[in-house]
């Protein structure tokens, strides 16, 4: 018996009217140059005119400046673009991100121990410690150990907290007065907030630039209504 002729699963027959830049569309992160299929664009950035444009003429001004047009925020109505080196661009956004993952700190419980007969230098020594732990953002927790008869000192073990605490008092603050656990004494810092600091003195700033809304004149008073001019 005959058989008909077998359907073609040639891939050349399969891609017919796909879009050939479909799968460079789906890698990028931003569409540019022709890729960019909206009747018109808004242009931003510099050495250039902001406005709304007809997609061909910003891909020719592109075109003229040997860069890129990239589309930057798809979703605003018209779509808005920048000519820039698409190359450069992602490489500035890329260490951008790099330097903010770099300065995100995830915070950590530094501890630090003393002994009821801490020296002087050995309090200064563990002192400066605590001062970069705290700067670095991260807490503090200091303890005193008590071991056998020591435990009965406790009230000078209380004392190198205190002290310790007006030592850092200008990078870290007392969550709490000093507590005993166990044969432990203990009390945590925690960083004192730059940026707090830094918006409390702004905000004094802005407050004294502000200008001052002028007086109302004062009335004349009773005395002086209606009396004579003095002649010289």
Not at 147 to 162: D, N, S, V, Y
Not at 216 to 223: D, G, L, Q, W
């Amino acid at each position: 018996m005959p058989q008909g002729p077998r359907p073609s699963f040639n891939s050349n027959n399969n891609n017919r009217g796909r879009n050939p830049n479909f799968r460079r569309e789906q890698q990028q992160e931003h569409r540019t140059n022709r890729m960019i299929r909206v009747p018109e664009v808004r242009l931003v950035g510099e050495n250039i005119e902001v406005g709304v444009y007809r997609t061909e003429e910003a891909l020719r001004m592109a075109e003229e400046q040997g860069l890129d047009l990239v589309e930057i925020s798809p979703n605003a109505v018209p779509p808005v673009c920048r000519i820039i080196d698409y190359n450069k661009f992602l490489y500035e956004k890329k260490k951008k991100e790099k330097e903010m993952k770099a300065k995100a700190h995830k915070s950590e419980v530094k501890e630090i121990r003393f002994t009821p007969n801490t020296d002087d230098h050995d309090f200064d020594f563990k002192a400066k410690h605590a001062e970069k732990f705290l700067k670095d953002g991260n807490k503090v927790k200091t303890y005193v150990q008590f071991k056998g008869r020591a435990i009965m000192f406790k009230e000078r073990g209380e004392l190198i907290l205190l002290k310790f605490a007006e030592r850092l008092a200008e990078v870290g603050a007392l969550e709490g007065m000093p507590t005993m656990e166990g044969k432990r004494m203990i009390a945590i810092f925690a960083p004192k907030s730059a940026k707090k600091k830094m918006d409390s003195r702004e905000a004094k700033e802005e407050r004294a630039q502000q200008p001052r809304e002028p007086r109302e004149p004062r009335p004349a008073t009773a005395s002086s209504e209606g009396k004579p001019d003095q002649q010289a």
